[in-house]
């Protein structure tokens, strides 16, 4: 299994013992909503969603060394594990943080970290991401790590998404 280590992360597979962690910020009604995904409702559901979802190849949990704990999520969807339809040399980065670390420029560090992974060890050559409209934190971030506006995406989710290439 890949991981990925920064100055103050460790971007790793979920473990069953990080449920706890996933829960309390998945639980946040702030969260889910501007990143794509239902408000966990119990640790239990958090769990679930570690033994499905997460065991996907290309989900990471984003460990803070400071706090020992989880703290958040990252994706790299490549080619068709993505729903932008892309090529099997492209791939979409999604992400989302617990509100108690947003602004610490933690977000930006690990997306940097899964853009140097994705195009000098797997060969992606287009990186994709997307922000739900309103959601100018996750904007952000795209742009600190050098994504560039792409187009405008309609009914995607029942949301705008704007997609960014870098």
Known sequence: MTRLETERLM???WLKTDAEDLYRYASDPEIGPIAGFPVHTSVENSLEIIDTVFQESGNFAIYLKSENRVVGSIS???GQQSSLK???QEAEIGYWIGKPF???GLMPEAVEAVIDYALNTLEVTDLWCAYYEGNVKSQRVQEKCGFRYHHTAYDVRT???NLYVG
Do not use: N
């Open 76 to 78: 790299l969807k490549i």
């Open 102 to 104: 947003w602004g610490q």
């Open 11 to 13: 971007l790793r597979p």
């Open 159 to 161: 949301y705008y998404v």
């Open 86 to 88: 892309l090529t099997k």
